[in-house]
């Protein structure tokens, strides 16, 4: 049986680059939408200082992780000029090629990366 795998990202927006920040978050969520099929849910969420932004992203499996982390760096170098990484946590098992390219870039930016790789129970529809 296959698992789901949710992805929770952390970041602080840069000083003075929040709308920045959401034309980008829209734009890649338009691209994301239309290259990534298997990625279930890609949900970005910004505290109420607009200092702050988590985004949850939700896979059916760890193939369709690593459908999504394909272009990942490309991808992450252009976030990068409006946000910096605050944490990662990975609920579900990833296939090992994904836990170390993000144990890889949390150790680079100085991040935590949590890993929780046992379902109990529940459900994803």
């Known amino acids: 049986m296959t698992e789901p795998i949710v992805f929770v990202s952390h970041f602080r927006i840069k000083s003075g680059k929040l709308e920045a920040f959401k034309q980008h978050t829209s734009e890649m ?49 252009a976030a990068y000029e409006f946000m910096d990484p605050a944490g990662w946590e990975i609920y579900g098992k990833p296939n090992a090629n994904v836990v170390e390219m993000l144990q890889r870039g949390a150790v680079a930016s100085g991040v935590s990366l949590v890993v929780q790789p046992e379902l109990v129970g529940g459900f994803l529809r």
Request: glycine share 6%; charged share 30%.
């Open 29 to 77: 969520s338009r691209l994301l939408e239309a290259d990534k099929p298997l990625t279930s849910a890609f949900l970005p969420y910004i505290d109420d200082e607009g200092q702050g932004v988590t985004i949850v992203h939700v896979f059916r499996d760890a193939d369709a992780m690593d459908a999504h982390v394909q272009g990942a760096d490309e991808r992450a170098r």
